[in-house]
């Protein structure tokens, strides 16, 4: 063919051929987005339908009992027991009131309390578990388990997010108890027998007339009847005996739970850090004593069953009760035990239970001798006071709240105050202040894929 006879092709077959060609191309593109849909709309479905299935959630404490004050782990296992990987995954974990996570900032060397609630994100691969270790702040007494944890999933994108909030169910690994704190009561209290300027540093609650140590120089709050004349004699001043204190012999510790004079039955305190108060310093009284004989059992105006027995019932059946009598280092722990699952309801008034009290004394204190731990003071109590000394059973009184005064107290009962005048000291709840120990950051949460 020579090259005359070759015709090149027509204008609108190559026009026809390129749109030909560009429809193809667009065709495959749309393909291409459609079926980038279509598995986007798949794997959607198969991570709403699968993505929190066959989720395993387990949570335990290094230890099952700790004091207010210490720092315990928390461990957390999360596993993806199905083929289908967690691509996302991000974990809001809490903890019940009394109990805080433990931090250490990026960059900063002093530990910080979060509060009970903390976030995390995470992927998981098919079969596979991611394991968290805690650091927990004990903060307040009380019976623990961990709160509920929410899991949130998303697919493969990253969206169309899913959630469900697993409640962790209770065991004996997952449970802590938290023992009310034990704090050095004269760090905080004094007594009203005590002068202004000396130093309230009791070896022991009450003494033993019969058995003296020698004598000292008399001071006004000093009876009488403690007076040493041939010593007074011999010195040329006055001088009183001091006494041993006792070593074998029984009192009972009786706790007011209302934190105002005006707070109702069966109800909560109005101030219930009051009554914690009332509760730390009860458990740190049983602590002093608990190296010597001491034989000491607990009352209280709440009903909590762990108590013990119910001396008396109204005809609502709400209690007045009274623990088993505890005595030495075996049983303070059962006793501390009791104090951290005590409940804070009030059961009856406290004029009611100084009223029963009355009508029975030597139940409610069969060695003779009571220490009252009470938020406030009042005449009634002034009166209770007394009427038992009639009787010969000596009462105590500790005064939780800083904004009793002095002044108001009687000079004839023996009475422990705090220190300082504010309303607003609370010795029961643990302060993490500046816990510096030196850690690196892993240690305060960890997690290891396996």
């Known amino acids: 063919m020579t090259a005359s006879a070759y015709r090149f092709p027509d204008k609108k077959y190559l026009l026809l051929i390129r749109d030909t060609k560009g429809g193809v191309v667009t065709l495959i593109f749309f393909a291409i987005i459609l079926s980038i849909y279509l598995l986007y709309l798949l794997q959607r479905k198969i991570y709403e339908k699968k993505a929190l299935s066959q989720i395993g959630y387990d949570v335990s404490f290094s230890c099952g009992e700790a004091f207010a004050g210490d720092i315990i782990y928390m461990y957390e296992e999360i596993s993806n027991n199905k083929n289908l990987p967690i691509v996302f995954a991000k974990v809001d974990t809490e903890l019940p009131d009394g109990l805080s996570f433990l931090m ?58 899913t959630s469900r909030r697993y409640e962790v169910p209770h065991s004996v690994q997952n449970q802590l108890t938290v023992l009310p704190r034990i704090i050095d009561l004269d760090l905080y209290f004094t007594s009203s027998r005590i002068q202004p300027g000396e130093v309230a540093l009791p070896r022991g609650l009450f003494s033993d007339a019969m058995t003296r140590a020698g004598t000292r120089e008399y001071t006004s709050s000093d009876p009488m009847s403690k007076i040493n004349w041939k010593s007074t004699a011999a010195h040329a001043s006055l001088q009183v005996n001091v006494e041993e204190y006792l070593q074998n012999y029984s009192f009972n510790i009786i706790i007011n739970m209302q934190a105002r004079d005006h707070d109702q039955a069966h109800a909560k305190p109005s101030i219930p850090y009051y009554i914690e108060n009332n509760i730390t310093v009860a458990a740190s009284i049983i602590d002093r004593v608990a190296s010597y004989d001491v034989s000491v059992a607990i009352i209280a105006n709440s009903d909590t069953e762990s108590l013990g027995r119910a001396l008396y019932a109204d005809e609502d059946m709400n209690t007045l009760r009274i623990t088993e009598s505890y005595s030495g280092t075996t049983d303070t722990l059962a006793a501390l035990h009791t104090l951290a699952e005590m409940k804070t309801d009030i059961s009856i008034s406290t004029e009611k239970m100084l009223d029963v009290i009355l009508s029975d004394p030597y139940e409610y204190a069969p060695g003779g001798n009571l220490i009252f731990i009470s938020a406030y003071f009042t005449e009634r109590m002034v009166s209770f ?63 290891d894929g396996n």
């Not at 903390?118 to 927990?136: P, T």
């Not at 309303?423 to 029961?428: E, M």
Request: net charge negative; with cysteine; proline share 2%.
């Open 104 to 161: 250490l900032p990026f960059g900063s060397d002093r530990v910080e309390v979060q509060k009970g609630f903390i976030e995390s994100i995470f992927s998981l691969h098919s079969h596979s578990a991611v394991k968290r270790r805690w650091r927990v702040y004990c903060s307040r007494r009380g019976i623990y388990s961990p709160g509920t944890v929410l899991i949130i999933t998303g697919d493969m994108t990253g969206s169309n997010n």
């Open 385 to 447: 006071h007394r009427e038992m000394k009639k009787l010969g059973i000596s009462v105590s009184f500790y005064l939780t709240a800083g904004s009793i005064g002095v002044r108001d107290l009687p000079s004839d009962i023996e009475i422990f105050y705090i220190y300082s005048h504010s309303d607003d000291i609370d010795f029961s709840r643990a302060d993490v202040g500046d816990y510096n120990e030196e850690i690196s950051s892993g240690t305060f949460g960890e997690e």
